[in-house]
């Protein structure tokens, strides 16, 4: 037993020789609340969790179909005028698109009316052929026309070209106006039931979620795609921005982004586009989002995955002429899914590290205070052999 005597490195003092001071007490105390607190500490470091971010190269094209989640509010348009179309990068409709979408009718302050419009398909129908066709007669009417007919309240050779000039002959002779019964009023009864038909006070709220075919295209929020009339006679197509400019003085696109993801949700997830508003004064305009789609997933300690999309975006405001042909106003998002892929992974310093940290905390800590000790002992009996009859 001897023998291992001679390497112990902790050689206890004898009973006799230790001294118990009350300096010497107040540095055992605040050395143990210092452990304590560092302990605590490297705990607390030990137990949260830091993601390390990893860019690569996506070799694979994934299979899966693109998830869309989306919400946004029009205070200016009435949900009878607003349509959903998702196509591809080269403007055919994706018809087999997996939609869950809805309307919620709102004030002009955004405030929910809490009545929710179903939509069954994605370009929901707003007008119908007969009124399309319609719209294409009047426009014949008015082509082929060079001389109005002023049915008989003016003087032979005279013009009545639009609805007010008939009115006024009327007024003149005297006689009972009638529109309903005159074809220049045609346009005009047909406008105001347009409007009386999908003209409502306030706004819309419309969300849901697309999950497009493919991997790049784009969906927008309009009035709706084009549409033919299907009229022999008219011999042409339509699209609904003639019909709208036909009808409506203006079709406001302010709009709000309450929401908008490409996947499903992960831990410490911000869209850019989230809580953000654009309002617009122009009547007639296409508003276009550009959006880099970047497939992420995000792994956690232990081994799950979730895969989802970031996306970085860029903005655009384009005016449309009415009656141009160039496109219908509303609010577009182009989409690309990058060939760059992120991974987010979740880390936390291993079980080793926290073990050699909390030894250091708790040596380190004896040594430095065994130190201090040392040092007050020597200062105050320095001051004690200063006093009177001292040694």
Not at 19 to 42: H, N, P, Q
Not at 311 to 326: C, I, Q
Request: glycine share 8%; net charge negative; aromatic share 10%.
């Amino acid at each position: 037993m001897d023998f291992f005597q001679k390497f112990d490195a902790f050689a206890r003092p004898k009973e006799g020789n230790a001294k118990k001071t009350d300096v010497g007490a107040m540095i055992t105390v605040t050395s143990v609340i210092l452990m304590l607190i560092l302990f605590v500490s490297e705990v607390s470091f030990y137990l949260k969790v830091e993601n390390e971010d990893h860019l690569y190269v996506n070799t694979t094209l994934s299979s899966k179909s693109l998830k869309i989640d989306f919400d946004f509010s029009f205070p200016e348009i009435s949900c009878n005028l607003l349509s959903v179309d998702v196509l591809d990068d080269i403007g055919v409709p994706q018809k087999d698109a997996v939609h869950k979408i809805y309307k919620n009718k709102i004030s002009r302050t955004g405030e929910n009316l809490n009545i929710t419009i179903p939509l069954e398909k994605l370009g929901d129908t707003l007008t119908t052929e007969k009124q399309l066709e319609d719209l294409s007669q009047l426009k014949m009417k008015k082509r082929n026309v060079d001389c109005g007919n002023c049915y008989g309240a003016a003087p032979a050779g005279e013009c009545c070209n639009s609805c007010d000039e008939v009115k006024a002959a009327y007024e003149r002779v005297g006689w009972r106006f009638q529109p309903a019964k005159i074809a220049q009023c045609e346009a005009e009864l047909f406008s105001k039931n347009l409007k009386d038909q999908f003209a409502e006070e306030g706004g819309c709220r419309i969300y849901g979620e697309l999950e497009p075919t493919q991997t790049s295209g784009h969906f927008h929020l309009a009035p709706h795609k084009k549409l033919h009339t299907g009229s022999e006679q008219a011999g042409s197509a339509f699209n609904l921005l003639e019909l709208i400019s036909f009808a409506f003085d203006q079709f406001n696109i302010t709009h709000a982004v309450n929401s908008l993801s490409f996947g499903d949700q992960f831990p410490g997830m911000r869209s850019v586009l989230d809580g953000e508003f654009r309002r617009l004064q122009d009547t007639h305009g296409m508003y276009q989002y550009y959006i880099k789609v970047v497939p992420t997933r995000y792994r956690f300690v232990n081994g799950t995955e979730i895969e989802s999309n970031q996306y970085s975006v860029t903005e655009y405001m384009r005016h449309l002429a009415p009656g141009s042909g160039r496109g219908l106003p509303g609010v577009y998002f182009y989409y690309e899914v990058s060939p760059i892929q992120a991974l987010v992974q979740e880390k936390r310093p291993g079980l080793m590290r926290f073990m050699t940290s909390v030894c250091a905390i708790v040596g380190g800590m004896y040594t430095v205070m065994g130190m201090v000790d040392k040092f007050l002992e020597l200062v105050l009996s320095d001051r004690q052999s200063l006093l009177p009859g001292g040694r």
